[in-house]
């Protein structure tokens, strides 16, 4: 038979329960900017392909330069009908 008195499992103290957490959050954050970083380069790159001569946004900005009020009507139009929808 033994005389020693069994101790309690320690509990992590507020220090130690502040750094997981902290730990656990940069992680986090990393994952969601990595993430972040991942579709502002695939949306960098669709902008670029689309820009380039022949393409629709190509196109669209030769319009708007040609007649600003014109595409600027037109952009008033397609919102009020989108918004109509709603």
Known sequence: M???IPQPNPQPG??????DAA??????IGE????L???????TYAIDEARKPGRPLS????????????SLFVAFLFGVAIARRR
Not at 59 to 70: F, N
């Open 14 to 19: 507020m220090a130690e329960r502040a750094i």
């Open 37 to 43: 970083r991942t579709a502002v380069d695939r949306l």
């Open 59 to 70: 196109t669209v900005a030769a319009i708007t330069r040609e007649a600003p009020l014109a």
């Open 32 to 35: 969601v900017a990595g993430g």
């Open 23 to 28: 730990a656990d959050i940069s992680h986090t």
């Open 2 to 4: 033994s005389t020693d």
